[in-house]
Each structure stands twice: as C-alpha cells, then as structure tokens.
C-alpha cells in the first residue's frame, strides 16, 4: 500500500464541547480521529486516544447512543517550565450511533499504545449469510 | 471554536489560544500549497511535540498513538536530536470494508534543535500509552557555571 511510505502530517485536533452535559472537569475535550470497518461478524471502531489506558477510558452504551471517553493526566515533568508548545492535552469524547444490528451484550474493547479498539459484534441476523446453491 | 470567552478559561491562556490559531493556519496554508504542487517547506513535521526545559536539560513530549516502541527510533547528535520511525497501517480482507478512515499512517523523521549540547549517554526515552518522554541531559561542560561575586 502506498500509505506506507507516505510523510505523516499533523492534524490539529477537533476541539469539542461534550454535547450530553456541561463539563464538570476544567480540562479541554479533544474528538479523537477513528477508523470504523466491517466485518462479516463486527463492526469495529479505532479511535486514536494517546495518554489513555485500559483504566481511563469509559465506554456507554444508552439507547443507540455509544460514547466513548478517554481521562488523560497531564503529566508534565517536574520542575520543568514548558518552552515550546504544539500539541495540547485533554480529555477524548466521541459518539456514535449504533443500529439495532449489534449485539448489545457482547461489546468488547482493548487499548493498546494509546489506541481504542471497540468490537461490536453484529446480532445474528444481520451476519451475511452465504447461500449454497445447489446443482439442480 | 472557543468554548468559553477569554479570562475563564481556565489554564488555557489568550496567548496560547492565539499560538495555536496560529499553528493551525500555517498548516492549513502549508497543506494548501503542497496540494497545489508547490512546497512552501515543512512548517511543523509529524508528530507534534511539547519541549520543557530547565539549567539541566530539557524534556521532549510527542504523541504517537498506534506506534510500536519498536518502530521508534531516536538519534541525539551535538545539539540536535532526530526522531524518527513510523507508523503501521493495516489493511482489511476482501470481506471487510471502511465505513470510515480518519487516522493516516506512514514514515515521520523530526529533527530538533536544541539550545544546548547533549549529553548523549544519558538520554532516555520512556513510551507509554502512545505518548513519547524523552529525557535530554544538558552536557556537563555546557551547564551554566553560577559565578560567586565577591565584595572587594
């Protein structure tokens, strides 16, 4: 794939007001950049949320609504005074809408290097179903 | 974009949020022209980064979510440090399809100039979470001397 070999470029994170309630933490909320694909059984989103560990990050389901929340700590080092500055730390919140399709039960999610997998399993009658067809 | 007027904000201070305006505005304009063909040269590389720094040396922050430990690769030669690595991507079988492709992946090389002169064998570098520290002595002969006044 060519994306391989290509330069990464920096995008400037979305900076977003939580639309559910007003904040209660003095913290900026970031929308994290994500990948959603499918496969025949899930439907899974990737969201890019670093600073965040399978601790800090809350996932809910209510309705069809799915939101997905990451915590982060700033960790500035000690005694230090930041001279340059280009990214800035805060919190993640993204929505989603899930259809009936998804086997609410059975949601799995992993972190790992600061990235969120969420699997969201499809109900057994939205799986594609292959049909043999048979010589007559 | 601002979500509260200045002066409540916070630790957030006007003068950061005009810094990062600008910030955005250099890119957007530096993608502008690299999408025209032109090159108006790279005006921040990837990834971005935070610099601390005191008498002893400096500290150096860059996000990299998705980014093996291993992909990382860190060079520190005179005042200047290179980071570089990359970023893998992933494909999907022929019976999977994007609904949705926001994250990019590829090579990144960044080269900072430090204001001092490093002391190469102690610096460290700790990844965690995707987001990279790395710890960057001042050299020993680089340190400022405090000199003593004395009363004649």
Redesign the interface.
């Known amino acids: 794939?060519t994306?391989?070999?290509?330069?990464?470029?920096?995008?400037?994170p979305e900076?977003i007001?939580p639309r559910q309630a007003e904040p209660t933490r003095?913290r900026?909320v970031f929308e994290p950049?994500?990948?959603?694909?499918?496969?025949?059984t899930d439907?899974v989103i990737?969201a890019?949320?670093?600073?965040?560990?399978e601790k800090s990050v809350d996932i809910t389901l209510d309705r069809n609504i799915l939101t997905i929340r990451g915590f982060v700590e700033p960790?500035?080092?000690e005694?230090?005074?930041?001279?340059?500055?280009?990214?800035?730390v805060g919190d993640y919140e993204r929505s989603f809408t899930i259809s009936n399709q998804i086997d609410r039960n059975n949601i799995q999610a992993t972190?790992k290097?600061?990235?969120l997998q969420v699997w969201l399993p499809k109900v057994d009658e939205a799986k594609?179903r292959k049909i043999q067809v048979k010589a007559g | 974009m601002l979500r509260r007027p200045f002066g409540v904000f916070g630790d957030v201070s006007p003068w950061r949020e005009m810094e990062r305006i600008h910030r955005l505005m250099d890119r957007m304009l530096y993608d502008a022209f690299s999408l025209a063909g032109g090159r108006v040269g790279p005006v921040s590389g990837y990834p971005a980064m935070n610099v601390w720094a005191n008498d002893e040396g400096a500290v150096i922050t860059a996000e990299l979510p998705g980014v093996d430990a291993d992909d990382i690769n860190i060079a520190v030669a005179g005042d200047t440090l290179t980071l570089s690595g990359q970023r893998k991507g992933y494909e999907l079988n022929k019976d999977e399809k994007f609904h949705r492709r926001e994250r990019s992946f590829g090579k990144f090389t960044r080269t900072i100039q430090l204001p001092f002169k490093v002391n190469a064998d102690k610096v460290e570098a700790l990844f965690k979470n995707g987001v990279l520290h790395i710890s960057i002595p001042r050299a020993e002969a680089d340190k400022p001397k405090k000199i003593t006044v004395k009363g004649a």
Request: charged letters at 30%.
């Open positions: 794939m994306a391989q070999t290509k330069e990464l470029q920096v995008k400037e900076r007001t003095d900026l950049a994500v990948d959603i694909f499918e496969t025949p439907v990737v890019d949320m670093p600073g965040v560990d960790d500035n080092p005694n230090y005074s930041m001279i340059y500055e280009e990214y800035e972190v290097n600061g990235v594609a």
